[in-house]
């Protein structure tokens, strides 16, 4: 078990994660960090990251999309489409 990592800690912040709810979205990615660090009792910096960017993210919401997301237009200039409105360069 390494002393230096702090995996305890990130064991109890997915735990209380988990607990609390709202997280759903990041079930599997929680999991198989808890699962991962508890078998090996070392957290990588990575994994320390990928769980302080889920505990901080601001609106979690099912299907893991931010809350500022908005779907790409699709408002080409019409010199990329021909007359019979095909996506083809004339």
């Not at 702090?6 to 960090?33: H, N, P, R």
């Not at 990251?49 to 609106?59: D, H, L, P, R, T």
């Not at 790409?72 to 996506?87: A, E, S, T, V």
Request: net charge positive.
């Amino acid at each position: 078990m390494c002393d230096f990592c702090g995996w305890s800690k990130v064991l109890e912040d997915i735990e209380a994660m988990c607990a609390q709810g709202g997280y759903e979205f990041a079930d599997t990615t929680l999991t198989g960090i808890h699962d991962r660090v508890k078998l090996v009792g070392h957290a990588t910096d990575r994994q320390k990251q990928a769980v302080m960017n889920i505990k901080e993210s601001k609106n979690p919401r099912p299907g893991g999309a931010p809350s500022n997301f908005r779907p790409p237009r699709h408002d080409y200039p019409k010199r990329y489409f021909n007359r019979m409105g095909k996506g083809r360069r004339i």
